[in-house]
């Protein structure tokens, strides 16, 4: 027998003014293979076509549906339902900023993000569109791949205890997108200069080790690992400085 | 992450690091301090004679002397440090608070337990150490006398659990935060970590019940 479902979804509308935060109830029969994103797109079709959700690629790829699902952030198109009790509370993801219902804007947190770690690669060579591409030793692609997974979904932050409490910390995908550059050997930037963007309480030593991120990670990124490496990495830094005074 | 339109020059600082260096280090140092401490408290289970043969050695070397004033420096330090980190405004210890409880996660909520205890070791820690340290020499008799008044042991039955959950979860979070305790590792720190907080709270209690019933 199919199970009846209970959906207790957070509706708010910030665009309206008479709209006021409160939850909604739904309930859903399931079905055979049913995902969050499946049945969201049935309630919307047969319940409430008001319902605001984001989703696009139903993958796992564009990271576009995270959301919180019974208090933790996770992929509603990677949630399955069997995996789920009989009732299911979502909110939108904390700390970035609510477009409507469980549709957030992470598009500015993450564009600030970005150019707050400089997040691309620095070089001084020019690019030549005739030459051939610079190889890379295979397994040092294959390692920079490894975090170059990460789908921007927001979830390490949403599950940060640090980035909730403090707005200005940015969080394991930032260190994880650092980490990915120091690998990288196009990218110039001296140990020096990497410190200087992520070398500080908003950057790897604000982070206090509660490990969110690492367990909610849909991907699975290592985070655990590349926060332990770039905390090493910098503290050294640091050390290194205070002897080469210059 | 606030968004800032403003441009400026970045000042390029190192206080951050240092200040989380010495964090981890005093925090370090008062872990190892804590075990090597129950321990030699717990040389009274083997008898008064031995416990009174080590206190005396600290003395006469003046490590007691010295080194408890010491200790308490970094202990406050530590505090000092740490607190960077802690939650003192009420809009983020409910934002800790619900995120944990919404999360069910156990490092998230051990963090809870870890400032937590911090605040009362604070004071208890600091109301031990001046009681032994401002009434030296220590000797069994003496220890055994303030446990059996009733009030101390009840003091110790507090504090003593608080501290070694304060210090085994300060372990653990030391190795991930400085990537000793790598993924694969985890659930081994994991496991470390309770076993040496079951242990040393064992051997508290044992030695607490031992002051208890010196004759």
């Known amino acids: 027998m199919a199970r009846k479902l209970i959906f207790n979804i957070f509706r ?46 139903r993958a796992g790829i564009c990271g576009a549906c995270a959301m919180m699902i019974n208090g933790r952030p996770g992929l509603a198109c990677h949630t399955l339902i069997k995996n789920l009790p009989d009732e299911i509370t979502l909110m ?9 219902d469980l549709s957030v804007d992470t598009g500015t947190w993450f564009r600030a993000m970005h150019e707050k770690v400089e997040s691309w690669v620095h070089t001084s060579k020019s690019f030549d569109p005739q030459a051939e591409e610079e190889r890379m030793d295979n397994a040092l692609a294959e390692e920079i791949y490894e975090l170059e997974r990460c789908i921007e979904c927001g979830c390490c932050v949403a599950g940060c205890g640090t980035a909730n409490m403090r707005q200005d910390f940015v969080g394991a995908v930032a260190m994880n997108r650092i980490a990915r550059f120091i690998m990288d050997p196009r990218d110039q930037r001296t140990e020096k200069e990497y410190f200087e963007v992520i070398g500080t309480d908003e950057g790897i030593f604000g982070c206090m080790g509660l490990l969110g991120c690492e367990d909610v990670c849909p991907k699975h990124l290592p985070l655990q690992d590349q926060l332990g490496i770039l905390r090493r990495k910098m503290g050294w830094s640091a050390v290194k400085q205070l002897f080469r005074r210059s | 992450m606030a968004v800032n339109t403003t441009t400026y020059v970045r000042s390029s600082s190192r206080t951050s690091a240092y200040l989380d260096w010495l964090q981890m280090l005093t925090g370090a140092a008062l872990i190892l301090f804590m075990w090597s401490h129950m321990i030699l408290v717990a040389s009274v289970i083997l008898g008064a004679g031995v416990m009174n043969a080590l206190a005396g050695f600290l003395e006469e070397t003046y490590m007691a ?3 408890g004033p010491i200790i308490g420096c970094i202990f406050l330090f530590h505090f000092i440090l740490a607190a960077r980190k802690v939650p003192f405004r009420a809009e983020q210890q409910s934002t800790i608070w619900k995120l944990s409880r919404q999360l069910r996660h156990t490092d998230t909520y051990l963090w809870l337990v870890q400032a937590t205890t911090a605040m009362i070791i604070l004071i208890m820690g600091s109301i031990h150490m001046w009681t032994v340290l401002t009434d030296l020499p220590i000797t069994a008799a003496k220890s055994a006398a303030r446990i059996q008044g009733g009030f101390w042991f009840v ?3 507090i504090l003593l659990p608080l501290v070694e959950l304060h210090v085994g979860i300060g372990f653990y979070r030391i190795a991930v935060k400085w990537g000793f305790a790598r993924r694969k590792d985890r659930k081994k720190f994991k496991k470390l970590e309770n076993y040496l907080t079951a242990i040393f709270i064992a051997i508290g209690l044992i030695a607490l019940l031992r002051f208890l019933l010196l004759k």
């Open chain 1, 12 to 57: 708010y509308n910030p665009q309206d003014p008479h709209s006021v935060p409160h939850t909604d109830t739904f309930d859903l029969e399931e079905t055979e293979s049913m995902t969050l994103f499946i049945a969201l797109t049935q309630l919307r079709e047969e319940k409430d076509s008001s319902l605001q959700f984001d989703f696009c690629c």
């Open chain 1, 92 to 100: 939108p993801l904390p700390i970035f900023k609510l477009i409507g």
């Open chain 2, 65 to 67: 002397q010295v080194g």
């Open chain 2, 155 to 157: 003091f110790y039955l």
